[in-house]
């Protein structure tokens, strides 16, 4: 499973690879945008990257009798924001054309 996964030690590795800019400068740019896409999530903005995806903010309603799944209590929540990411045509066109592992399921 480990094999799925790309961790940002990984892209940085690609990058590096793939232009031959230091890995220090590709690992202060990928910070960087990391960053800069927390911030102005935080301040309320939506970030549209063309050929990839929106990330934005969604209210959650809030509810007064919902149920802690570890402890079973019931607890109120409030209404928060939660971060989506709604990935564009590209990028859905791209992953349709992945086949279909039974172990996935």
Request: charged share 35%; net charge positive; aromatic share 4%.
């Amino acid at each position: 499973m480990a094999d799925d996964k790309l961790t940002k030690i990984d892209l940085v590795e690609s990058v590096y690879l793939n232009t031959k800019i230091e890995k220090q400068d590709v690992q202060k740019v990928i910070d960087n945008l990391l960053e800069q896409l927390k911030s102005s999530m935080s301040d309320g903005k939506t970030i549209e990257l063309r050929g990839f995806g929106t990330f934005e903010k969604r209210l959650r309603k809030g509810r007064a009798k919902a149920r802690n799944p570890k402890t079973g209590e019931i607890v109120s929540v409030e209404p928060h924001y939660v971060a989506v990411f709604r990935p564009g045509r590209e990028l859905k066109n791209a992953i349709s054309d992945l086949p279909v592992d039974d172990e996935s399921k």
